[in-house]
């Protein structure tokens, strides 16, 4: 079996040469585990964080160690009770052909009710932190005006999509090709898109939205993070689910300039993890399938094939490669 392993933490942009794939023992279950063999690799941006050594809300990879993530995959033996082999689950041992896991940190899912590799993404963390950030921390309510940044990305296409179905009165993405940005307007049926790339990002959000934004959920910080509060209406509601234009610099990124615009607007930025709104998910899959089952909230992946091609992935969601959720198939 093999597994991808961090040997030095990347300074800047990670270089493959910070990582190997190595072959590993596959270990039988203890008590409590299951073997699993993995079929979907999930590749995300907060990975970036786990290759630093600075403390945070997970904590870093090891060196030397198979690195970790979302995966799904069928359990080919188990040494634990209500888990048996054949069985589907979603776990966090990812980056790895074979993972021998903890059965608690193990959930069954169905493939017969939906796609194994929409558990990582439209229906599983991305799609929860699209739910929680845009109707908890933003706290959306119908009429409201919504701008997303990482439009065409995992969360921020259901974030737009989201507020559609839910009487945005208007709804604008912002994406780095006009590809992506196509796709928002045509199939997601965003109002208005622009590819923050063809010029400043406050020029073009003021052009998309000339009566201003209600909520911004930001997945991109920077630029993107200060036009925002310079369209915010009274009451405005920003929601801070990430800030991927800032996980590779090497120093602290310069905050927003117009900060004082909070003041009159009595607007409210604040910072959520999907972690802390795992209450929600009942609610979530009830409300959320049935869209995706019926098309009404569309989704896209970008599906990379083979464990040797796992950092190419994720360095590819770092790129902007993906439309959708990235995803490794094995
Ligand atoms: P995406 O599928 O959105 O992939 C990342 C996208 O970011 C890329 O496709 C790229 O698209 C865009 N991007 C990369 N660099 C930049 C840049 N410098 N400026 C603008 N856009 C850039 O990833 P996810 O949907 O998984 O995650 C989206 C965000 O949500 C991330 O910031 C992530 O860290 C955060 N997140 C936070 C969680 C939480 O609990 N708070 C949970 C999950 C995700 P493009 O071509 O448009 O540039």
Same mark, same amino acid.
């Given at each position: 079996s093999r597994e991808w392993q961090l040997l030095s933490r990347p300074v800047g942009w990670p270089e493959p040469g910070d990582f190997a794939l190595v072959e590993a023992e596959v270990r039988q279950p203890a008590a409590g585990e299951v073997l699993v063999r993995n079929a979907y690799l999930s590749v995300d941006p907060y990975m970036r964080g786990r290759m630093s050594a600075a403390k945070s809300y997970v904590a870093p990879y090891e060196l030397g160690k198979a690195m970790q993530g979302g995966a799904v995959g069928e359990v080919v033996a188990s040494n634990a009770d209500g888990i048996a082999p054949g069985d589907h689950v979603l776990h966090f041992g990812g980056w790895r052909e074979y993972a021998t896991v903890e059965a608690k940190h193990a959930v069954r899912v169905d493939p017969e009710a939906a796609p194994l590799s929409t558990y990582l993404g439209v229906l599983g963390m991305t799609g929860l932190t699209a739910y929680a950030g845009l109707l908890r921390t933003a706290a959306f309510k119908e009429g409201d005006a919504v701008f997303v940044s990482g439009a065409a990305g995992a969360v921020g296409s259901q974030v737009g999509q989201l507020a559609k179905l839910k009487g945005a009165s208007r709804v604008i993405g912002s994406a780095g090709s006009a590809e992506k940005v196509r796709l928002l307007v045509e199939e997601y049926g965003f109002d208005a898109a622009f590819n923050y790339?063809? #010029?400043?990002v406050s020029r073009q959000l003021r052009a998309a939205a000339p009566d201003g934004i209600d909520v911004y959920f930001d997945n991109v910080g920077g630029d993107h993070l200060e036009a925002a509060i310079g369209s915010l209406n009274r009451g405005g509601r920003i929601a801070v689910? #990430?800030?991927? +234009? $800032?996980?590779? +610099?090497?120093e602290p990124a310069p905050g927003p300039r117009n900060l004082a615009r909070l003041i009159q607007t009595r607007g409210r930025i604040e910072g959520f993890l $999907? #972690?802390?709104?795992?209450?929600l998910q009942p609610q979530f899959v009830s409300e959320v399938g049935p869209w995706v089952a019926s098309g009404a909230l569309k989704y896209r992946e970008t599906v990379v094939e083979g464990i040797e091609n796992n950092l190419e992935a994720f360095l590819g969601v770092l790129r902007g490669d993906n439309t959708g959720k990235m995803i490794v198939k094995l």
């Open positions: 790339k063809d #010029g400043p689910c #990430g800030m991927i +234009s $800032v996980y590779n +610099s090497t $999907v #972690g802390d709104h795992y209450d």
